[in-house]
C-alpha cells in the first residue's frame, strides 16, 4: 500500500529521484507540498489545485479536529472523499500547534528568525496558553475557550479518524527562542512521545513519520536522527528551526538526513519558499510543504522567475504584460498585471483568487524543473 523508491542519486549532492506509492496514487519526488489547512488551498477548489500540478496536499490535524471534527469527516468517508481529493494526502500531528500557540504567540516570533536573538526559553519554562507535560498538551480552544487535549495517543486517533495516506507523530515544535537544555528536555520528550505514537498505531492503511527535532544544534539534530531512525516508522519529518540563513538549513539538513535510514522518504516541514528549493532538494529532502504561495498571494504577493512581485502597487496599473512572462499557468495565460493588480487595490477576492493560482502553479513548476536539473545531473 506505501513504499518509496529510489530511481536516481544526483553524484553532485545527496539529491535523490523517488516514487512515493500511497493508497492515493503516486508521488514524483523531490516535491513540493501546498497546505491545505482545512482540506482546501485557500480561495482554490481542490479540482483547480490539482490542474496547477499538486501532487500530495498537508492538512492540519489541529485545526480539523477543531472543526468539522475527526468524527464528522470519518462519518462521510474519511477525508479524500470529504474534500473530493483522489490523490494523496498529509495530515501534520498539531505538534506545530504546540508552538505557534504557545511559545510563539507569547513572544511574537515564528520558528525561522530573522535575526539572531537571545536564548531567552529556559528549561522548565512553560507558555502562557498551552500546558505541556510528559503525557500531552493542553490547549484552549480559539474558537471558544474550551479546553483542548492532545497526546500521542490522541493525535494518532484523530489521524487515522481523518485517514490520510501519511501521518506524523506528534511532537513538541521548540520554539527558536529555545536555550540548549530546554531544546534537550523537549527533544527527548519527542523522543518518548514517537516510541507512544508508533504503539498508538492500528491503521495498516496509513503510513506514519517520525519527526526529527533539535533546533539549530547540530549535536542535538544528530541524537535526535538516530534514535527517531532505529524506530518502526515508515518516512521521516524534519521539524523546527535550522538557523538564521539558507547555508545553515542545507548544513542541518544535511546533517539529519546522513543519518536516517536512506531507503526511507524525508519530508522537511514548514520549509518551501523558492529560495529554499534547491538547498532543500540537495540536502536530501524528498518532500516539503509551506504555506508561501496562498500566503502572499492574498496580500498581493506573486513570485516569479524574476523574484516577488508586489502586485498591490500602482506601478503595474496599467502594465499589458502577465504576472511572469515565463509563466505557463492559465492566469498568466490569459490576465493582465493591470487587471489582476485592479482586483487586488479593488479588494476583490478575486485577485487573490488568481495570484494563488498562479503561485502554487510557480511553486510546483519549480519543483519540476530541479527534477529534470537532478534526472540530467545538474544539481
Avoid at 543519518?259 to 540536502?283: C, N, Q, T, V, W
Wanted: charged content about 25%.
Amino acid at each position: 500500500m506505501f513504499s518509496f523508491k529510489i530511481t536516481k542519486r544526483s553524484k553532485r549532492s545527496r539529491a535523490r529521484l523517488g516514487i512515493l506509492k500511497t493508497p492515493h496514487g503516486e508521488v514524483e519526488t523531490p516535491a513540493f507540498v501546498p497546505v491545505a489547512t482545512r482540506g482546501a488551498l485557500r480561495t482554490l477548489d481542490n479540482e483547480e489545485a490539482a490542474e496547477l500540478g499538486s501532487q500530495l496536499l498537508i492538512a492540519n490535524t489541529y485545526h480539523l479536529h477543531l472543526a468539522p471534527g475527526e468524527k464528522v469527516i470519518k462519518k462521510l468517508g474519511g477525508l479524500h472523499k470529504f474534500m473530493r481529493w483522489d490523490r494523496p494526502i498529509m495530515t501534520d500531528s498539531g505538534g506545530f500547534q504546540v508552538f505557534s500557540l504557545g511559545f510563539g504567540r507569547d513572544h511574537g516570533v515564528g520558528k525561522v528568525l530573522q535575526e539572531e536573538r537571545e536564548k531567552s526559553i529556559k528549561e522548565d519554562a512553560q507558555p502562557v496558553s498551552v500546558r505541556i507535560s510528559e503525557e500531552g498538551v493542553r490547549f484552549r480552544s480559539p474558537i471558544d475557550g474550551t479546553e483542548l487535549y492532545l497526546s500521542p495517543e490522541e493525535s494518532i486517533r484523530i489521524q487515522e479518524d481523518i485517514g490520510a495516506d501519511i501521518m506524523f507523530a506528534f511532537d513538541e515544535c521548540p520554539s527558536p527562542l529555545a536555550n540548549e537544555e530546554y531544546m534537550r528536555a523537549s527533544v527527548e520528550r519527542t523522543h518518548r512521545w514517537a516510541q507512544r505514537c508508533v504503539d498508538a498505531k492500528r491503521s495498516k492503511k496509513q503510513a506514519l513519520y517520525g519527526i526529527v527535532q533539535g533546533g539549530a544544534y547540530k549535536e542535538l539534530r544528530i541524537q535526535s536522527a538516530q534514535v527517531i531512525g532505529n524506530m518502526d516508522f515508515e518516512g521521516f519529518g524534519i521539524g523546527g528551526e535550522f538557523g538564521y540563513d539558507k547555508p545553515s538549513l542545507a548544513r542541518m539538513v544535511s546533517a539529519v538526513t546522513d543519518h536516517l535510514p536512506e531507503h526511507k522518504p524525508r519530508h522537511l516541514l514548514g520549509i518551501g519558499h523558492p529560495e529554499d528549493f534547491a538547498y532543500s532538494m540537495k540536502s536530501g529532502a524528498d518532500t516539503f510543504d509551506c504555506i508561501a504561495p496562498t500566503h502572499y498571494a492574498r496580500r498581493g504577493i506573486a513570485f516569479t522567475s524574476k523574484g516577488r512581485v508586489d502586485l498591490r502597487k500602482p506601478s503595474h496599473r496599467a502594465s499589458a504584460e502577465p504576472i511572469d512572462p515565463a509563466c505557463k499557468c492559465p492566469v498568466c495565460k490569459t490576465y493582465s498585471r493591470a487587471f489582476v493588480s485592479h482586483l487586488m487595490r479593488a479588494h476583490d477576492n478575486t485577485g487573490g483568487k488568481l495570484a494563488t493560482m498562479h503561485n502554487v502553479f510557480f511553486f510546483n513548476a519549480l519543483a519540476a524543473s530541479l527534477r529534470k536539473k537532478i534526472r540530467s545531473g545538474d544539481l
